[in-house]
């Protein structure tokens, strides 16, 4: 079993940044795929960015450029730095961990953009 418990969420006004951070309660490292996933009101939970293990990372068309994903695995947390954010961004943002056997989520932390 892995907890995740997110942090970092809040308002911010558009052209702004936030950076989230998931703190894991075990080694990530290397078992663990680390996720940010993010679901808006009446709208699907949709993956925002990823990091594996080895480091590869990607992102979906709409947060390329502005958004960037990183782990530690020494202190076993990921982060997710957003900046030039819009108001589309507005959504729960949830940390997720995943191995070839288990899946694991946060509980979610609300980022909302002012226009």
């Known amino acids: 079993q892995v907890q995740l418990v997110e942090s970092g969420g809040g308002l911010v006004q558009a052209g702004g940044s936030l950076r989230l951070s998931c703190s894991a309660s075990t080694n990530i490292y290397p078992y663990y795929t680390m996720s940010w996933y993010r679901q808006a009101p009446g709208k699907e939970r949709e993956l925002v960015a990823f990091?594996?293990?080895?480091?590869?990372?990607d992102y979906p068309s709409s947060v390329k450029g502005r958004f960037s994903i990183s782990r530690d695995d020494a202190q076993n947390t990921v982060s997710l730095q957003m900046n030039n954010l819009k108001s589309e961004d507005t959504a729960v943002y949830y940390c997720n961990a995943k191995s070839s056997t288990s899946t694991f989520w946060g509980q979610g932390t609300q980022v909302t953009v002012s226009s």
């Open positions: 990091v594996t293990a080895g480091g590869t990372t």
